[in-house]
């Protein structure tokens, strides 16, 4: 399996998107792209190639489940795998995200100085294909 580099992080909150690059950018060493809404994650992501999505679940507009579905229909990015984010992580709701297609679902608050290698090590789980 090849190693994780590109990363894309859409979240509606300014200040956990910054959190989030800084963290993934400069303390994980990943390249990161971020969005702030589903709507401009399908317009960044076929273009972007990114090999892991991360993706909040309460959003404005188009949420979560909504953009992960709209993702799956894009060819270019239809296998990525996929992790919610979410400050409602309970074993039920982490179920019905994998239900939907992700791969995982990470709690917020997430550590900035843990979330790349809880990425990279979600990343190493998923199937070679």
Do not use: H
């Amino acid at each position: 399996m090849t190693d994780l580099k590109r990363v894309l992080c859409v979240e509606d909150e300014p200040d956990i998107r910054a959190v989030a690059e800084l963290a993934l950018g400069a303390i994980g060493g990943l390249e990161v792209t971020v969005c702030a809404s589903g709507e401009e994650a399908l317009q960044v992501a076929p273009v972007n190639a990114p090999q892991l999505i991360l993706l909040d679940v309460l959003m404005p507009g188009m949420d979560g489940p909504e953009t992960l579905s709209a993702l799956r229909r894009i060819p270019a990015v239809a296998a990525v795998p996929v992790v919610f984010m979410t400050a409602r992580a309970d074993p039920d709701e982490q179920a019905a995200y994998r239900a939907l297609g992700a791969a995982a679902t990470i709690a917020k608050p997430f550590d900035p100085m843990t979330l790349a290698e809880s990425v990279r090590a979600i990343w190493r789980e998923q199937p070679i294909g």
